[in-house]
């Protein structure tokens, strides 16, 4: 089995697989008739789960003690929530000569999610980079996800998004907000159980999403998905989203250098504010697009596998590069060494 893996450098995400995999279901077995109403129903009580243990994890100390570190944070929330989304209205030119509209709506979608945790915690690591730092700035752009995203999406996508209107707003309230409050508000009693079983619940997250992604490929089968995306229109999709993950990557590590970041501080802020969040992001949109989430969801799970595999390449490289100077930006305090502190 060894020798049949891919090397260490092509990291293919197992998960993607099973996205996939789920997608491939959907197209030979979707749910139909009272078997749809069922999977719906089930969606949005995961959705509902899947939320309220994101509010149960989040550390409201560790947010506290991340915010001593306000520059860095302000400067990724602002390349995940005002540079992207700049870089997708500007991709509103590509229209019709290399996407269609609803792959654009899709692709808009895309640069309105909030960034990463786990993978921006990992890549960071790996880089040598400030870890604490890159916990913080995912947990506060998840956060601050739950409130933007919609938003976003209301002004920017509005009623093109497909039945997109007031009344998504509410159901993100109540899918989205009011679980994640509750998690909090209840993670004084919580908390303890859900990191004694963190892989359990890790299964819940991820089995949570793959029915989100069948029901909503189930409802794509039923309005004629695969007969509105072309191999051509996809392999667009596909450059288009190579060109936005290199720009935002470039703007990221040379703009934190223009802003005077050291090293350590550059790697979290490449890597938390370059990526997107499928598993905030797929919920967010089985909400928002409703019947036509599926369309919706394709550019993120597409720009989800193309992130892991060039930013491994990057943090491997970073890895290696010379020490620099330990340099504090103005309004950071212990950046650096809570980093060894608090991951390895």
């Given at each position: 089995m060894r020798?049949?893996r891919?090397?260490?450098w092509?990291p293919?995400?197992?998960?993607?697989?099973?996205?996939l995999?789920?997608v491939?279901?959907?197209a030979?077995f979707?749910?139909e008739?009272?078997?749809?109403?069922?999977a719906?129903?089930?969606?949005?009580?995961?959705?509902?789960?899947?939320?309220?243990l994101?509010g149960?994890?989040l550390?409201?100390?560790?947010?506290?003690d991340g915010l001593?570190?306000?520059?860095?944070?302000?400067t990724v929330?602002?390349c995940?929530?005002v540079?992207?989304p700049?870089?997708?209205?500007?991709?509103?030119?590509?229209v019709?000569v290399?996407l269609?509209?609803?792959?654009?709506?899709?692709?808009l979608?895309?640069?309105l999610?909030?960034?990463t945790?786990?993978?921006?915690?990992?890549?960071?690591?790996?880089?040598r980079?400030?870890?604490?730092?890159?916990?913080c700035?995912?947990?506060?752009?998840s956060?601050?996800?739950?409130?933007?995203?919609?938003?976003?999406?209301?002004?920017?996508?509005g009623?093109g998004a497909?039945?997109f209107s007031a009344?998504?707003?509410?159901?993100i309230?109540?899918?989205?907000?009011?679980p994640?409050v509750?998690?909090?508000?209840?993670?004084h009693?919580?908390?303890?159980f859900?990191?004694?079983?963190?892989?359990?619940l890790?299964?819940?997250?991820?089995?949570s999403?793959?029915?989100?992604?069948?029901t909503?490929f189930?409802?794509?089968?039923?309005?004629?998905?695969?007969?509105q995306?072309?191999?051509?229109?996809?392999?667009?999709l596909?450059?288009?989203?190579?060109?936005?993950l290199?720009?935002?990557?470039?703007?990221t590590?040379?703009?934190?250098?223009?802003?005077?970041f050291?090293r350590?501080?550059r790697?979290a802020i490449?890597?938390a504010g370059?990526?997107?969040s499928?598993?905030?992001?797929?919920?967010?949109a089985?909400?928002l697009?409703s019947a036509?989430?599926?369309l919706?969801v394709?550019p993120?799970?597409?720009?989800?596998?193309?992130?892991?595999?060039?930013?491994a390449?990057?943090?491997?490289?970073?890895?290696?590069?010379?020490?620099e100077?330990a340099r504090?930006?103005?309004?950071?305090?212990?950046?650096?060494?809570?980093?060894q502190r608090?991951?390895r």
């Amino acid at each position: 089995m060894r020798s049949l893996r891919l090397p260490s450098w092509i990291p293919i995400d197992p998960y993607i697989l099973l996205l996939l995999g789920t997608v491939g279901l959907a197209a030979l077995f979707p749910a139909e008739g009272t078997g749809a109403d069922v999977a719906s129903g089930a969606s949005t009580a995961a959705i509902a789960l899947l939320f309220f243990l994101y509010g149960v994890r989040l550390s409201t100390r560790e947010a506290l003690d991340g915010l001593r570190h306000w520059r860095l944070h302000i400067t990724v929330l602002a390349c995940t929530f005002v540079l992207f989304p700049v870089l997708g209205l500007a991709a509103r030119g590509l229209v019709p000569v290399l996407l269609t509209q609803p792959l654009y709506q899709g692709l808009l979608f895309l640069t309105l999610v909030p960034s990463t945790i786990q993978s921006s915690i990992a890549f960071t690591s790996i880089a040598r980079g400030n870890v604490p730092a890159a916990i913080c700035a995912g947990s506060f752009s998840s956060l601050a996800g739950i409130v933007l995203t919609p938003l976003l999406a209301a002004g920017l996508i509005g009623g093109g998004a497909g039945g997109f209107s007031a009344d998504s707003l509410v159901k993100i309230v109540l899918q989205l907000l009011v679980p994640f409050v509750a998690g909090q508000l209840l993670r004084h009693w919580l908390g303890d159980f859900v990191a004694r079983h963190k892989k359990v619940l890790g299964l819940v997250d991820r089995g949570s999403i793959l029915l989100v992604v069948y029901t909503a490929f189930s409802e794509g089968m039923a309005q004629g998905i695969w007969h509105q995306v072309s191999a051509v229109r996809l392999g667009a999709l596909l450059a288009v989203e190579a060109v936005l993950l290199a720009v935002m990557l470039s703007l990221t590590w040379y703009g934190a250098r223009a802003l005077g970041f050291g090293r350590e501080d550059r790697i979290a802020i490449q890597f938390a504010g370059s990526k997107k969040s499928l598993a905030s992001g797929l919920p967010m949109a089985s909400v928002l697009f409703s019947a036509h989430a599926s369309l919706a969801v394709l550019p993120l799970m597409l720009f989800h596998q193309m992130q892991l595999m060039v930013c491994a390449v990057i943090a491997k490289r970073r890895a290696r590069d010379p020490e620099e100077p330990a340099r504090e930006p103005a309004g950071a305090v212990g950046g650096g060494r809570s980093r060894q502190r608090v991951l390895r």
